[in-house]
């Protein structure tokens, strides 16, 4: 069974940078999809970036374009999310979501994703 397991979050002060980590245990990536999501108190899951299997189809929320670098590394199963230009608005439970059957689309729609990790807080103070 494949189970993630995001690295973990932490506080950080607006403009800051913060690097997440999610790493797949039980099984292999590489032909996964693999997204990250957010969850803001009261809020619902909000999709960040996803990255495909050939990590050629690369998206972004319209929130975090141009601050939030995806990245993986299949020998590693591991995927990244470098997070710079932070902001308080970034605060949430962080969570990686992992695929095989669907793409990654501009949709960053959590019903494409079958495994999840417990996922890890990350606070932007002001």
């Known amino acids: 069974q494949l189970q993630l397991v995001e690295s973990r979050g932490g506080l950080v002060q607006s403009g800051g940078s913060l690097r997440l980590s999610c790493v797949a245990t039980?099984?292999?990536?590489?032909?996964?999809?693999v997204g990250w999501f957010r969850q803001a108190p009261g809020k619902g899951r909000e999709g960040v970036s996803c990255i495909g299997s050939a990590a050629v189809a690369i998206h972004y929320g319209d929130s975090v374009k141009n601050r939030f670098t995806i990245s993986r590394n299949k020998n590693n199963n591991t995927i990244w999310l470098q997070m710079d230009s932070l902001k308080p608005e970034d605060t949430g439970v962080y969570y990686c979501a992992a695929d095989q059957n669907r793409h990654c689309t501009a949709n960053l729609s959590p019903d494409d994703y079958r495994y999840w990790g417990q996922g890890t807080q990350v606070t932007v103070s002001s």
């Open positions: 039980g099984g292999s990536l590489e032909l996964f999809q």
